[in-house]
């Protein structure tokens, strides 16, 4: 059966392309692989559950086309991602998406509910996260306080086994490539869930890193990967620790500001923790809340998986193995490797996906895969304005 499922998914990969009757097979495979895994559901029945995919019920658009909430005769709901008929970068990440997800199950990963072909529509159904993404609880100041610590230790536990079930744990391993705030979704019970698989890849099993083209978020993606596009696990390791640093500071990486000699936030973070002082960095909102050791463990954590040189990144099995530990002794973090703007810049012709000014709906996939150049990123980065408090010690958004 794994063997027939990998078979059916290599066929809709080389099939799928942007001619009409290329699209034709890829749309057979598709269901193929629907009806193998008992998830086709008919265009009919999401009609209905959308209103007949009514503006109310839109949830947002990305590259792909729009996202739609919807609700099941079952009483399920559900969000309908349905694929934008002009879109070449759409297509590619929603056979991804379709790839990848089909034989993914994990409480901290996105579930794929169904697919479906009618015609010239072809749509994915995943379950509908019903709380916001998490940069829209983490990065605005009058949310934030939501997020106490017990709550952002459980974040950050449950991405790193989600992250571990994608490396280890599912049928191939799979590097999702753009691990950020926006693309970690909270349910009822602040449960994280890993989203957005549409610039993810399956990773030979036989190789420690392939060189691949760039694509990802400025702010989160290792330095290795940015400069010389060599893709491993550890890259995802990389911007998990950058989320980690950001979910304890409360600050973007990506729109961080040059103060106190610091080039961003995991400058800032490795220089205080070299001086003993790495408390510094915690979110305010934090301080009746947190536990110093945990949060210390943390700081350190994201330090460790956001070192310059990939192979000194624990792997994600370890990183989950520490936080089920009380506080201990970890090996000391080395320097990052800090990458200017002209690093960035030079990078123009990779895609990026835009992690900046989106406004938030529950399904944060719909608005997380336009593709931006780094230049317009940089630009957009340095017009956010910040101030810092009156000790001097942490910027403060404006």
């Given amino acids: 059966m794994a063997t027939k499922f990998k078979s059916l998914l290599q066929k809709l990969k080389t099939t799928f392309r942007s001619g009409s009757s290329r699209d034709t097979q890829g749309a057979e ?15 009919q029945t999401l009609a209905q559950a959308t209103n007949n995919f009514h503006p109310n019920h839109k949830l947002g658009e990305g590259g792909f086309g729009p996202v739609y909430k919807g609700k099941l005769k079952d009483g399920r709901v559900i969000a309908v991602k349905k694929l934008s008929h002009h879109s070449k970068q759409g297509r590619r990440e929603f056979m991804s998406e379709a790839k990848l997800l089909g034989g993914v ?10 697919y479906c072909v009618h015609g010239s529509e072809k749509l994915l159904v995943y379950e509908y996260v019903s709380n916001e993404s998490l940069d829209k609880l983490l990065f605005k100041s009058s949310r934030r306080g939501e997020l106490d610590w017990k709550r952002r230790y459980d974040i950050i536990a449950g991405i790193a086994r989600g992250l571990q079930y994608l490396h280890v744990d599912s049928h191939n391993l799979i590097i999702h ?19 957005d698989f549409g610039m993810a890849r399956l990773f030979p099993d036989d190789q420690t890193y392939v060189n691949t083209r760039v694509a990802g978020t400025n702010g989160y993606m290792a330095p290795e990967y940015l400069m010389q596009g060599r893709l491993s696990a550890k890259v995802d390791v990389f911007s998990f620790g950058v989320l980690v640093l950001e979910l304890i500071s409360g600050q973007r990486n990506s729109s961080f500001g040059t103060y106190f000699q610091a080039e961003n936030l995991i400058d800032w973070a490795y220089k205080l923790y070299k001086k003993g002082r790495s408390l510094e960095i915690m979110d305010p909102t934090l301080a009746s809340s947190a536990v110093p050791d945990q949060v ?22 370890r990183v989950v193995l520490l936080l089920s530990k009380r506080p201990g002794t970890l090996e000391e973090p ?26 938030g709906v529950s399904y944060s996939s719909a608005l997380t895969t336009n593709t931006v150049s780094a230049t317009e990123i940089d630009s957009r980065a340095s017009s956010v304005s910040r101030g810092h408090d009156t000790r001097g010690k942490r910027p403060v958004e404006g």
């Avoid at 926006?182 to 349910?187: E, F, G, K, R």
């Avoid at 990458?339 to 810049?345: I, M, Y």
């Fill in 29 to 43: 495979y598709l269901e193929q692989i629907a009806a193998k895994e008992q998830k086709l559901i008919p265009f």
């Fill in 105 to 114: 199950q994990h409480r901290n990963v996105v579930a794929l509910l169904g």
């Fill in 177 to 195: 490539r753009d691990i950020k705030a926006s693309n970690i979704l909270l349910d009822d019970n602040w449960v994280p869930k890993i989203a």
């Fill in 296 to 317: 210390a463990m943390c700081i350190q954590i994201g330090l460790l998986c956001t070192q310059g040189d990939p192979k000194l990144r624990p792997t994600m099995p």
């Fill in 334 to 359: 080395t320097r990052p490797r800090i990458l200017g703007p002209r690093h960035t810049k030079s990078h123009t012709k990779t895609a990026f996906s835009s992690d900046v000014g989106t406004s």
